[in-house]
């Protein structure tokens, strides 16, 4: 394994985080870039370039993708468009459209490395931040580098391996183990709890995507709260089950930027469309590492908890055999059924 380099992209998403510049090296081209959410004036004059990377689904947004020759929408770059960080966040971050609604006009280059450009975004999506930055060809030493390469070795599921376990009782059942599962260079720890003994049968297996506003303060804009709870008691009442918590704030995009959603939301957006405008694609997890944390406890068949058939298919894909779809139905609120008909009618979710 490339530990090497999997410390390369760690270091550079730390630079990102921080506001500091790093290099990032594709096979078509190499970028320096510096994260416009943690940028500050000062760095930005050190910097020395005033063009900025967004990601496709922002450019979308933003009505900039009808100056590309390519079809899918993938990072575009405009040149010269933010003199300070103030202006970039404006165009950046749509929480400031409506302060901000004549933007531009932009002129739209090269990347000068679509392959760096898009794995930039990714880091970003990683460390919590929006999808944009100032960006300029490789010009100096660099601080900080890393390759495309080293990005996909640190994001790994592979990498994951078991790194504590204990008895934990919990109200659903006194007879549960946590198990904490953990790569080297992440700071992410994603766990698992198994509830009930083992046997031979497939158990009922519930991947649960974090949740700081639902699962610990009880918010009614969501159902993920009831779900998991839900969840954990049929488990309980089945020979054995398994949760799988997984770190992956608000679909992948973290928490700031799940709050950035909800209040585009409360805008009138829907939740698709608010992820879409904060420049993310609508479904960002990684589903590969539900599937690694599966393959660790040794357990090939599984009872899936799921109201997404879209999540059978990528455990599929991860060599997982869902052998039965068990749906999981909750009542509504006046504060999340405009949320859960979204994901009926957009995302596929059988309700």
């Known amino acids: 394994m490339n530990n090497v380099g999997a410390r390369n992209a760690a270091r550079a998403i730390d630079a990102l985080r921080r506001g500091w510049p790093f290099r990032l090296t594709g096979p078509d081209g190499i970028l320096d870039l510096l994260a416009v959410e943690s940028a500050h004036d000062a760095a930005l004059a050190e910097f020395g370039s005033h063009d900025i990377l967004l990601s496709g689904e922002r450019a979308v947004t933003l009505k900039l993708t009808n100056q590309r020759v390519a079809a899918t929408p993938g990072p575009v770059r405009l040149a010269n468009a933010a003199p300070v960080v103030a202006a970039a966040l404006a165009i950046a971050d749509p929480a400031l459209d409506l302060a901000n609604p004549l933007k531009g006009p932009f002129h739209t280059v090269a990347t000068g490395g679509e392959t760096a450009a898009a794995i930039a975004m990714t880091m970003a999506r990683h460390a919590g931040l929006l999808p944009a930055f100032f960006v300029r060809q490789a010009a100096g030493d660099a601080e900080t580098a890393c390759s495309v390469e080293n990005v996909a070795a640190l994001l790994d599921p592979v990498r994951l391996e078991i790194a504590a376990r204990a008895r934990l009782p919990v109200e659903a059942s006194e007879s549960a183990e946590i198990v ?125 908890m799921t109201n997404n058939p879209e999540k059978v298919a990528r455990l599929e894909k991860e060599s997982v055999e869902v052998v039965e779809r068990i749906p999981l139905a909750l009542p509504t609120n006046k504060y999340n059924e405009q949320y859960l008909a979204t994901k009926r009618d957009r995302t596929g979710h059988q309700l």
């Not at 509830?195 to 159902?223: F, M, Q, W």
């Not at 398994?242 to 709050?259: A, F, H, P, S």
């Open 180 to 304: 904490a599962f953990r790569s080297p260079e992440e700071a992410s720890d994603h766990v698992a709890l198994v509830i009930g003994k083992r046997d031979g049968n497939p158990p009922v297996v519930r991947l649960h995507s974090e949740c700081l506003t639902g699962d610990v303060l009880g918010s009614l804009k969501c159902d993920c709260g009831p779900q998991l709870h839900a969840a954990l008691h049929a488990m309980a009442d089945a020979p054995w089950g398994v949760l799988l918590y997984l770190r992956q704030e608000g679909r992948g995009i973290g928490l700031v930027n799940k709050l950035r959603a909800y209040a585009l939301q409360d805008q009138g957006y829907d939740t698709v469309d608010a992820n879409l405008r904060l420049g993310f694609p609508a479904e960002a997890r990684d589903f590969a590492i539900a599937g690694r944390m599966l393959e660790l406890l040794n357990i090939p068949q599984i009872r899936l």
